[in-house]
């Protein structure tokens, strides 16, 4: 059974730093690109980095590029999102996800439930 | 940012079509994809490249494409369809572009 549970999501101050955390099950981890995805309260999704099976590769949205880094732990079963200078706009739901490559784009299939994080003074 | 328009709301009788379209320059060289997201949920992908359906996804979801458009299409609409519902695709900077979303709703 697939499975994807993020967690590390909590209420942090702006300037702040916080870990997100997502284990995975159900299928091979490290073949597989993964990728974290956002929804703020009320709003759209918007795509936020992903990084290749082996780590060689990572792109980020403009938005979190220099304050955001990803990273995985194959061995583990294990992705990561590292936030840094938190703003109030980076309050959201956060959803890691599978991402599978086509030549030139990428889907998202399948997602986890999500952990919030809320970026208030 | 790269954004692709997609009409705010939908309203539709149980057993009828709903349409909801996704436009953009990109759509025109690039797949589209529709995910489903339900009140509370995480998102759930319903189409892929344009038109295919991944397993276990009724087949009255289905997706079509023309030009700078694509639509997705929900026949015999029924009640469990409320939802909102995403497109997605790549803009012309690599980056992973979702759309403004749908909401469904069944009347």
């Known amino acids: 059974q697939v499975q994807l549970v993020e967690s590390g999501g909590a209420l942090v101050k702006p300037g702040g730093s916080l870990r997100l955390s997502c284990a995975v099950s159900g299928f091979n981890f490290g073949d597989n690109y993964m990728s974290w995805i956002r929804q703020a309260p009320g709003k759209g999704l918007e795509w936020v980095s992903y990084i290749s099976s082996g780590a060689t590769y990572r792109d980020y949205a403009a938005s979190v590029k220099g304050r955001f880094t990803i990273s995985r732990d194959n061995a583990e079963n294990s992705l990561y999102l590292q936030m840094n200078s938190l703003r109030a706009e980076d309050t959201a739901v956060y959803y890691c996800?599978?991402?599978?490559?086509?030549?030139?784009?990428?889907?998202?299939?399948?997602w986890g439930p999500g952990t919030q994080v809320t970026v208030s003074s | 940012s790269y954004e692709l328009t997609q009409p705010p709301s939908v309203t539709v009788s149980p057993g009828q079509t709903a349409r909801i379209t996704c436009s953009g320059d990109v759509l025109a060289t690039q797949y589209t994809y529709w995910y489903q997201q339900k009140a509370g949920q995480a998102p759930v992908l319903l189409i892929y490249?344009?038109?295919e359906r991944p397993s276990g996804i009724p087949e009255r979801f289905s997706g079509s494409s023309s030009g700078t458009t694509v639509t997705l299409s929900i026949s015999g609409v029924q009640a469990e369809d409320e939802a909102a519902y995403y497109c997605?695709?790549?803009?012309?900077?690599?980056?992973?572009?979702f759309g403004t979303g749908t909401k469904v709703t069944v009347l």
């Open positions: 996800a599978r991402m599978v490559n086509t030549v030139t784009t990428g889907y998202f299939d399948p």
């Open positions: 997605q695709s790549t803009d012309s900077s690599a980056a992973y572009v």
């Open positions: 490249k344009d038109t």
